[in-house]
């Protein structure tokens, strides 16, 4: 029995050594492991004993990455969304007007119809902007618009002249050389020249400039009959309204074309000696008709018109049927398209003119024949007595219908000639077609 007790304290004390070897050996020897999740479960107890200490995530890394990665992807889809809607927007072209010239008013306000900033007639510098066809139009126009000083945000630019007179040739001329030297700067590439050209068709100072020639001049619009148009690049432009006496952008009524008009005709102008206008005068007179026409002759030209003498040829042309065209310089004359405004059918003096201009089969004024104009043409105005005795019979609903249709007229003669200039820079600058 105390053999037993003794053998049982023996392995006690040998249990006891044994532990407590190994629990030094533990404590004292061997490396700390800690599992991921003791870590998660250690970092979170000492986070909760701190306040204001975020909680560690151990995917945060791979979280970040991943919306990382998805905002690439909604970038790229994006970024590929609006390079598919910029393709399938027609591509637009700029083209930048210089109107140095008043006809260059007559292009931008009548024909591309236009908007001016600042809408005072006698401002410095006035500007505009619009679109036609792919083209983005600028405008700039005013005494303030010279050399060196007007921005250019395109290679591509129309330069709008006067070419009637030696002064206005010299001023133009030095306008050419300017860009010019744009030109071989290579600042531009393309360049149009609308031209007022010499009422007798003699414009010869301009022909080294043009390509054709050995110039950089890629196109020319020209006013007047010339023999040098070819529809290539060289191109018939209209004379237009006279806007360098302010003549306004006209918009039709109901009143302007229905209501009945005191007067059957009107001429208001100069009168010279020996010319056609002193025979109409006369022939006015001879026939009693001074009372049935608005007339009002001047012996000397004046260059300007004061606010009463414009608003009285204003008034004429809207109160008359018609309005008497005769000769000056050259066939075509402001008048003209002026009474086409206010629907008032022009009686034209149809015969050419002394000097160069074209004497074709539609000549002259071959550029409004060969659009149709419903004009009244006379090769002599002693044919004027019996068109105005047709007038008096003509009943006022015929009246009405004629002036509709010269007014339907003059405004697609407009948007034509906007179509023509439009398409002609496209081609020419562009190679679009």
């Known amino acids: 029995m105390r053999l037993i007790r003794r053998k049982i304290a023996v392995a006690v004390v040998l249990a006891y050594v044994f532990f407590s070897l190994y629990a030094a050996y533990s404590v004292f020897f061997s490396k700390r492991v800690i599992s991921r999740v003791h870590r998660v479960v250690k970092k979170s107890s000492a986070d909760n004993t701190k306040a204001g200490e975020e909680e560690w995530n151990p995917w945060e890394e791979d979280e970040h990455a991943d919306s990382i990665t998805v905002l690439q992807k909604r970038r790229e889809a994006y970024r590929s969304y609006q390079e598919r809607v910029a393709k399938s927007r027609p591509k637009r072209y700029k083209v930048q007007i210089l109107g140095k010239a008043a006809i260059g008013l007559y292009l931008w306000e009548h024909i591309l119809e236009g908007p001016l900033n600042p809408t005072d007639k006698t401002g410095q510098w006035r500007e505009g902007e619009i679109q036609s066809g792919k083209i983005n139009f600028s405008f700039y126009t005013g005494p303030a618009v010279v050399q060196g000083h007007v921005p250019l945000d395109t290679d591509s630019v129309v330069l709008v002249l006067n070419g009637r007179e030696q002064q206005k040739i010299s001023y133009s001329i030095q306008w050419l050389q300017h860009v010019q030297a744009l030109f071989q700067a290579h600042t531009i590439s393309k360049v149009a020249v609308v031209l007022l050209g010499s009422e007798q068709c003699t414009n010869d100072w301009i022909s080294p400039y043009l390509k054709r020639q050995g110039g950089f001049v890629d196109l020319l619009f020209l006013v007047y009959d010339s023999p ?206």
């Open 228 to 433: 040098w148009v070819n529809d290539k690049d060289v191109f018939q432009w209209p004379l237009g309204v006279a806007t360098y006496r302010h003549f306004p952008v006209v918009m039709p009524n109901t009143q302007m074309v229905s209501s009945a008009r005191p007067y059957i005709c009107n001429f208001l102008g100069t009168v010279y000696k020996n010319s056609s206008r002193e025979t109409l005068m006369g022939i006015l007179k001879q026939n009693g008709l001074e009372k049935q026409c608005l007339t009002n002759a001047r012996e000397k030209w004046l260059p300007q018109e004061t606010a009463d003498t414009s608003r009285q040829y204003q008034m004429a042309l809207a109160q008359s049927d018609l309005t008497l065209c005769p000769v000056g310089v050259n066939t075509e004359c402001y008048r003209i398209y002026e009474a086409c405004a206010y629907g008032s059918v022009p009686v034209v003096e149809d015969v050419l003119t002394p000097g160069a201009c074209a004497d074709g089969r539609s000549s002259p004024l071959r550029l409004l024949k060969d659009a149709g104009a419903p004009f009244i043409f006379l090769k002599d105005w002693k044919e004027l007595p019996a068109i105005l005795e047709k007038e008096r019979v003509m009943s006022q609903a015929e009246k009405t219908e004629r002036r509709m249709r010269l007014l339907e007229w003059y405004t697609g003669f407009r948007q034509q000639m906007k179509d023509k200039f439009t398409e002609v820079l496209e081609e020419a600058f562009f190679k679009l077609s």
